[in-house]
T-cell receptor
Framework: DAKTTQPDSMESTEGETVHLPCSHA???????IYWYRQVPLQGPEYVTH???QNTTNSMAFLAIASDRKSSTLILTHVSLRDAAVYHC???????????FGHGTILRVHP | EAAVTQSPRSKVAVTGGKVTLSCHQT?????MYWYRQDTGHGLRLIHY???????EKGDIPDGYKASRPSQENFSLILELASLSQTAVYFC????????????FGAGTRLSVL
């Protein structure tokens, strides 16, 4: 699976909209983009995923660049509960074998 | 109510001892996984299973065995625990139609002394 690059950390304030970037310049045509988040002392939580089109669900909006070399996870009206490490993961096979990197630490201030 | 339950939540073991970590899921999922996480690092896959009574090796299987006696239960066994196996262990499950959408348990914090 191709490699992703994310910033080490980002800061936000409650109520703001946060844009979490992920770069994946060598993504293959069959690779999906998955986002998970993890808070301390808990397991990772699935956020969203996409292949080519932008997607949205109750947790976030995923914007995928037209060339698929980057994507952005957009969190609206963030709260303190959104503070977590956000992982951008690429996977081409439907196997459940995910490779987690360091992710982006999102800090949310009151 | 948690759909993937791990036990124990934490454990202290002695070097050379046997450790069994248990995982139970109520998602009715066919696929189950064991990952480990070391402090400050991402998760790494140890073993996984597609069906009861069958297990597969993940990326770092050395020193670990797995057992899947039923669809709901998946155990990770450390026959001879070592210091290097001190970590947090996460169990997860997924269904056949979306295997990459994993549902994780809360983790087991293992300290080997």
């Amino acid at each position: 699976d191709a490699k992703t690059t994310q910033p080490d950390s980002m800061e936000s304030t409650e109520g703001e909209t946060v844009h979490l970037p992920c770069s994946h310049a060598t993504i293959s045509g069959n690779e999906y983009i998955y986002w998970y988040r993890q808070v301390p002392l808990q397991g990772p939580e699935y956020v969203t995923h996409g292949l080519q089109q932008n997607t949205t669900n109750s947790m976030a909006f995923l914007a995928i660049a037209s060339d698929r070399k980057s994507s952005t996870l957009i969190l609206t009206h963030v709260s303190l509960r959104d503070a977590a490490v956000y992982h951008c993961i690429l996977t081409g096979a439907n196997t459940g074998k995910l490779t987690f990197g360091h992710g982006t630490i999102l800090r949310v201030h009151p | 109510e948690a759909a993937v339950t791990q036990s124990p939540r934490s454990k202290v073991a002695v070097t050379g001892g046997k450790v069994t970590l248990s995982c139970h899921q109520t998602n009715n999922h066919d696929y189950m996984y064991w990952y480990r996480q070391d402090t400050g690092h991402g998760l790494r896959l140890i073993h996984y299973s597609y069906v009861a009574d069958s297990t597969e090796k993940g990326d770092i299987p050395d020193g670990y065995k797995a057992s899947r006696p039923s669809q709901e239960n998946f155990s990770l066994i450390l026959e001879l625990a070592s210091l290097s196996q001190t970590a947090v262990y996460f169990c997860a499950s997924s269904d056949g139609n979306s295997q990459n959408t994993l549902y994780f348990g809360a983790g087991t914090r293992l300290s080997v002394l």
